[in-house]
């Protein structure tokens, strides 16, 4: 056990994160596989006192936290960007409906969608649901996040958003540990002596509002008045942008707590200087909050408009701050530029699926596991592959019969609504069901058995084969039958992932 109160050098920012949960006597974690927060993860769950398990969706990981927290623990929910969208349902609401100790959600941004279906900024949620948002850029500010968002979250009765980005969880700082009270604050039950918009307004009156304080007065927010240009900056690109403030000899307003703005502090900051850089990553949730004819930022073009930021993209814009309208060209990535298209493994046991699928010609949806593979060469058969568990709603949308590709983890995590959906309303399509039991493109978490759930439901609609007894002849003439046959069906194939499997780079 890690003694509270010392100061620490060269922690990694994982390892900040678990020392903020200890020191804040955390005892539920939840957590849903993805890059780049499996390693944060999984350094939660080597610690048994913190109840780290990994859960099915996003959704089900806030909803457990918010059962800790009405009984007085402390819980902490670790997802990526994109499972914040599926936690945002009960996130937002949670906000009026009160809750008791502290939640801290912390979101992992893909900054470039490097192993992700999007790009997308976690800080937006902030605005929508009302909640405190920090955007840590060393250690130390993660390991501050973490405790005082649980310490925040707690007085203001709503969840706090920590987003934190792959290079900030990886890069090594020194820490400064405290010890955040255990209160076992449990939800107050007069809450419901309020109507739903009751509930709200008295949230605004008095969470949400002593949130804006905290936030000017909070030491992750550090201004330093220099020259007449200025930056602005949050999350990891501030440690960019501090490097070339004091070079310059420029003004530096680094923001750690980004939600609620500090109105006060950007205006004093803002106050004098000729222009104003904004600096964050992925999109420009400050700018937008700042703008006036001195910012600049990505939305005047002096910044790219997506993806991460370096030293040479903040350089080149401060050397051309002076001028109005955008200043840059944008090169569109493409698969061949940027090098790799993931394909599957060599010797996957699911080979001879793909390979009939592609010759029955119609169309195909896929998601976010291993069927995106599918949407590259050389199969490139899929026409939509979107997020995880959507492939069988999709292809009950197509206007002819057409084939959903999905695993196992994917059905368990949001797809199994949308095939009751489909089944009792008469949809036609066909379902290929991959079990593989495990999260096979995050990480291969285990995953249980669904070949008997599924069987139990669909009936004589479900056909189960392992994949060891397949050809590609055999795959074809069976979808081909069931494609023929009206109804939805399902075609559930199982099969293990090969030891040290490695997916292909098809372009490679
Ligand atoms: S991870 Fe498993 S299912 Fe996915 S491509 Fe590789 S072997 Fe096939």
Redesign the pocket.
Known sequence: MLRPDVELKNIAGVDAAYMALKDAGVRMVRGVPGYPINDLFTRFQKDEGLNAEWVFNEKIAYEMAVGASACGDRAVVVCKHVGVNILADPMIISVSHSIGSGIVVIAGDDVGAFMSSDEQDSRWYGKLAEIPVFDPSTPAEVYDSILGGLGLSERISAPVLVRVVDVVLREQGDISRKVLPVRHKKLDRSIWDYTMFGKHQKYLLEGWSQAAEESERSPMNRSSKKGAIGIISSGYVSNIAAGIAEEKGLSHLALGFVNPLPRGLVDDFLFGLDHVLVCEEVSPFLEEQVHMPKVRGRLTGHLPRAGPLDEESVRNALDNISMQGGIRDVELETLAGRGYAIG??D????TPVYDAIKMLNVPVAGDAG?SI?AANPPYSMLIVAMALGSAPSVACGFNEKGIAMM?DYALLHTGLPALLNAKYSGKEAVVVL?A?REA??TGGQTLPDVTGLVKDIFKEDCVISDSGDLSTDKVYGDLKKLLEAKGLKIYVVT?S??AG?K?KNMLA
Do not use: D, I, V
């Open positions: 599957k493994c010797e996957c046991p699911y291993c593979q695993g991959f593989n096979a493109m099969g992932c090969p499997r997916h």
